[in-house]
T-cell receptor, first 113, second 117 residues
Framework: GAGVSQSPRYKVAKRGQDVALRCDPI?????LFWYQQALGQGPEFLTY????????KSGLPSDRFFAERPEGSVSTLKIQRTQQEDSAVYLC???????????FGPGTRLTVT | AQTVTQSQPEMSVQEAETVTLSCTYD???????LFWYKQPPSRQMILVIR??????QNATENRFSVNFQKAAKSFSLKISDSQLGDTAMYFC??????????????FGTGTRLQVTL
């Protein structure tokens, strides 16, 4: 596609529910990143994939957060047993490779009630 | 670890005027990249400009230019001839240069720019 796409754009979950957020990177981009953006803040790094390999997950806030990219293209960020503090915008970004700029998707706004 | 500081939470500028957004960073890395991203209310983060730390020449992109002072660890963005469409949050971001794997972006807290008539 022309850009990074994410779905859904908005998600409301009740506390304790599991959610899955999808990211479709730009075709041919080997690097994929997930960021979490709290209201009024800059994005914060969650995890990074190079093709299908998850090379850095140091930013995942707890073991309730899990990400995968099984075929090196589409990625899914899963949050189990959601808590109110998980409410944020989740941004996906992709880049062509090392030391290239990252292109962002529109984000998924998650609200946990 | 790297930190990025944007000390201006909000700024306002009149249409057609020039405005400068400030950014400072702290790092022990020698090789890195700096970026300015724009995030309009629609939320899509858009790359505005990129600077390689090894380049002494300041990057320019149409109405956007930077003042990169490596020794001072300063990276400001100048917007000339401001337009209403420039209204957005602006984020300064740092990325260290890597070999073998890509690097994450470290963002500042952002500056909300309002362009007025």
């Amino acid at each position: 596609g022309a850009g990074v796409s994410q779905s859904p754009r908005y998600k409301v979950a009740k506390r304790g529910q599991d959610v899955a957020l999808r990211c479709d990177p730009i075709s041919g981009h080997v690097s994929l990143f997930w960021y979490q953006q709290a209201l009024g803040q800059g994005p914060e790094f969650l995890t990074y994939f190079q093709n299908e390999a998850q090379l850095d997950k140091s930013g995942l806030p707890s073991d309730r957060f899990f990400a995968e990219r099984p075929e090196g293209s589409v990625s899914t960020l899963k949050i189990q047993r959601t808590q109110q503090e998980d409410s944020a915008v989740y941004l996906c970004a992709s880049s062509f490779g090392l030391n290239y700029e990252q292109y962002f998707g529109p984000g998924t706004r998650l609200t946990v009630t | 670890a790297q930190t990025v500081t944007q000390s201006q939470p909000e700024m306002s500028v009149q249409e057609a005027e020039t405005v400068t957004l400030s950014c400072t960073y702290d790092t022990s890395e020698s090789n890195y990249y700096l970026f300015w991203y724009k995030q309009p209310p629609s939320r899509q983060m858009i790359l505005v400009i990129r600077q390689e730390a090894y380049k002494q020449q300041n990057a320019t992109e149409n109405r956007f230019s930077v003042n990169f002072q490596k020794a001072a660890k300063s990276f400001s963005l100048k917007i000339s001839d401001s337009q209403l469409g420039d209204t957005a949050m602006y984020f300064c971001a740092f990325m260290k240069q890597n070999t073998g794997t890509a690097s994450k972006l470290t963002f500042g807290t952002g500056t909300r720019l309002q362009v007025t008539l």
